[in-house]
């Protein structure tokens, strides 16, 4: 399969678990690399599929693989049987935790191996100071409603 749209095929392995919803740290001790290796392997990819990130690639070769699978199976002649069209394929990365972020917490997901270990000693100070925050108001909550109904 790789050799038709010029990937290896550690790079199609690497597109389909990104297509698990896997990121790098998680993908790489199942392929046997790091993950830095495995970033190049997957930013390589994007390049040779002319996609904008991971997921679109990961998307175009899901696409690919399974019009091949249906074409073995369907007898279609060639002019009907097309391989999907790049532009089906734009894929608009949104923003995961999107409330999370308007209070200031770190995102959830995204991107792996980008905090210094001082941004990630913020990070963890910012959720644990929000998870605090939170039991105080659900504490307050709780013994308003208990005065209000004795």
Known sequence: MGNELGLSSV???????VGEGRNSKEIAPLVGLSHGTVDQYLRRA???LG??????AALLLAKIETADSVQKFEFKSAAVAELPKMDDLEVVAEPRGGSLQRL???PTGGPSNDLTSS?????ISKIALFVIIVSMAMVIVIKGAFVVLS
């Open 11 to 17: 790079q199609c392995q690497c597109l389909r678990l």
């Open 46 to 48: 994007t390049v040779t």
């Open 51 to 56: 996609v904008k990130n991971r997921a679109a």
């Open 104 to 106: 200031g917490l770190p």
């Open 119 to 123: 941004a990630k000693l913020i990070a």
